[in-house]
């Protein structure tokens, strides 16, 4: 999924970056929407103390250790991908939140 993701955006002219960057915005922007819906449901939304139980998966507890040979994309723009910028992508999100604010104020 993340790399039809990435094709679409490099196919409709994104460079490497700008579709890492609208990929990153895109799943940030998710994952909120996300848990803000579990915890509207009752879901617990505090970390897991203990690993959670694949069972019978056929790699238990070793997320993140398959093969990207079916992801050329992700596998192209790695290092992009693994950059840790959360500090820089929250402050740009509340940037853009106070703007949204200000709007809605001034309307």
Do not use: C
């Amino acid at each position: 999924m993340v790399n039809t993701f990435l094709s679409k955006l490099l196919g409709h002219g994104f460079t490497d970056a700008q579709a890492v960057d609208a990929y990153r915005a895109f799943s940030s922007f998710l994952l909120g929407q996300l848990l803000l819906e579990s915890a509207v449901r009752g879901a617990e939304t505090a970390p897991v103390e203990e690993p959670l139980d694949e069972g019978n998966a056929d790699i238990p507890e070793h997320d993140g250790s398959i093969s990207l040979q079916d992801a050329p994309e992700v596998l192209r723009l790695r290092a992009l991908l693994s950059e840790d910028r959360s500090d820089e992508e929250f402050e740009v999100s509340l940037e853009v939140l106070l703007d949204r604010l200000a709007r809605e104020l001034t309307q």
